[in-house]
């Protein structure tokens, strides 16, 4: 089949371009520092395909909730290969993930205490935990962070004492071990220079509080498949520059949580030309694909984008100065970007976006229209990995009027308890 025959819209995942991407991930930790682990950010793309093929990789799950946990164990995870971050974690997962020898970076008060409780009941255990740090890193690297002076809300404070607190806590705990320190932060700049203050950190901390650690966890935030911006052999070698002045590779291993770097130069999102009108001074083209598909959150102002023009159609294209490439839903604000001097679109044409594989196939909302095709391309073919939601995934969960029924088990019911999720079964409505 050509690919002018597949149905608009879909996203592409091309293979050759992620495996280039984490082999260069894998070449730079291996030449800076040698003794590392990454676990793949599951919120940043949790399409099932993908999550399978980095787990064949050798990437860990890095998850931020209990469903992604339930995700991760239900796609083939062990608790062994869990990164479980977050201020949202559910008790029984946590207990699992701990107890297998997972990677658990505690986010909050109430971990501690879950902590303490686990490790009464497991005398003979040692447990060993990491500590998520909230430092001021717009001060070091400032106008870079996204939340500026205000500062993020995740993890222990260094500066107002609540993570020496934390750390002096777990040290009580005669079976506990603070085994690493993570360190994620968001910042606008995805710049080197913050993963420089970031490790400046780490090093700072070890020698305040000394310690002993297992691993430091860097997080993710960083750039990739963007021409000048840094790229994964920009940042490690000069992190591990750094890293090298307290820590060595045999004793602490890196960790690095990637997600968008790993995703964005390998996906497009394929979008088709519906229709095309003028209505006072503008010329809409509206087409199948819509902001809330790769721009979610609203916040692009420009996108990386190509035209594919219709081979059928006839006749010269005059150029246009100005067409507003809108998207499908109802809602006004839903239009992506501006034309400016393109040729003049018309129905059948294709717009492709380029860099749309972070916080988008699964940052979607159900709205309108459901989840687009997924397909992957391997040596030229496409192969799909999702056929586009239809109204029976729509409704699986759901119970239709006349069909209430009551439950106990809404309240609290956290995924590890005791469900496999190797065999989770999807209810559907008679
Ligand atoms: C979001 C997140 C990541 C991945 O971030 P990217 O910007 O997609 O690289 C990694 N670790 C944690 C804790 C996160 O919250």
Redesign the pocket.
Known sequence: MKEWDYQTPYFVIEEEQLAADYAMLVQSLEESWGNYRIGY?F??NSLPWLVTYLKEKGAAA?V?SDDEYALARYLGYSDAEIIY??PVKEKASFEKVLLAGGIVNLDGRRELDWLEELCARFPDRTVGVGIRVNFDLEKACPGQTTMGEAGGRFGFSYENGSFARAVARVRQIPNARLAGLHL?S?SKTRSVEVFEAIARMACRLKEELDLTLSYVDL????CGGLSGRPQYPDYFPAVSRILRREFQPEETALIV?????LLSKATTFVTGVTDVRDIGKERYVITDGSRFNIDPTMIKSSYLFHTVLHPDHPGQRRELEHQCISGFSCMEVDRMFSFRNGPELAEGDRIVYENVG?YTMSLNPLFIKYFPDVYIRRKGQLYQVRERWTPREYVANSLLFGQEKQTAAAVGKGSGDDEDHTDIKLRNPK
């Open positions: 950010s919120k940043t890095e931020v971050n977050g994620h968001s997080g993710g935030g960083y949580e990637p997600g968008i770097s972070g």
